[in-house]
């Protein structure tokens, strides 16, 4: 089955600890990005990556980490989460960049994230 | 910068009720339009796009049509179920590689 996979999808943490949400497509895309969903505001994106070792900023990349070693993964590092990203985190992805397929991105089921 | 906005809600209505949720774009060139759906304890869907003006997408009886004119897309069917209670995300691409989103429209069914 063609799916984004997403783990943890609940963590409570504190302050400082460093923490790391894993994302995995099976569907060879090239494209793969992260989200954050928060009340009011809708889905502002984290970072993004059009291909493997190739990453960059989206809206709200402060706090944040990415790396892209693997086609397949895309995890995101928090590497001393604070309250202030206590959020509900989505992974995407979409076959590639510059092409009409892009548009259509699959969403992992999402982390929901608590920073104490 | 690119910029989505839709109704706020949460919207509440009957079963074959018909529903719309208005939304309005700001961006530069010609983007392309979406709709996403989210339904209780999921991820997005993509529901329909338009990719140029005038353009109608349609899926699930939604639909939704390009209007360059009005800077628009809102979001319509005709009689909703109980089963579209979900959240719904207007959003845009325009010609980089990210997705604008809005706020989000809550709409709850009741039988």
């Known amino acids: 089955e063609a799916q984004v996979t997403q783990n943890p999808r609940y963590l409570i943490t504190v302050t400082g600890k460093k923490l790391t949400v894993t994302c995995s497509q099976n569907?060879?895309?090239?494209?793969m990005s992260w989200y954050r969903q928060d009340p009011g505001l809708g889905l502002r994106q984290i970072y993004y990556?059009?291909?493997?070792?190739?990453?960059d900023k989206g809206d709200v990349p402060e706090g944040y980490k990415v790396s892209r070693k693997e086609k397949r993964n895309f995890p995101l590092i928090l590497e001393s989460p604070s309250p202030n990203q206590t959020s509900l985190y989505f992974c995407?992805?979409?076959?590639?960049?510059?092409?009409?397929?892009?548009?259509?991105?699959?969403f992992g089921p999402g982390t929901r994230l608590t920073v104490l | 910068g690119n910029s989505v906005t839709q109704m706020e809600g949460p919207v509440t209505l009957s079963e074959e009720a018909f529903l719309t949720i208005n939304c309005t774009y700001t961006?530069?060139?010609?983007?392309?339009l979406f709709w996403y759906v989210q339904y209780p304890g999921e991820g997005l869907q993509l529901l329909l796009k338009?990719?140029?003006?005038?353009d109608k997408g349609s899926n699930k009886g939604f639909e939704a049509t390009y209007r360059k004119e009005t800077t628009s897309f809102h979001l319509e069917k005709g009689s909703v179920q109980v089963s579209d209670s979900a959240v719904y995300f207007c959003?845009?691409?325009?010609?980089?590689?990210?997705?604008?989103f809005g706020a989000g429209t809550t709409v709850t069914v009741r039988a």
């Open positions: 995407a992805s979409s076959l590639k960049p510059g092409g009409a397929l892009v548009d259509t991105q699959y």
């Open positions: 569907m060879n895309h090239e494209y």
């Open positions: 990556s059009m291909n493997v070792e190739v990453t």
């Open positions: 961006a530069t060139g010609y983007p392309s």
């Open positions: 338009a990719t140029k003006a005038d």
């Open positions: 959003a845009l691409r325009s010609n980089d590689y990210k997705l604008s």
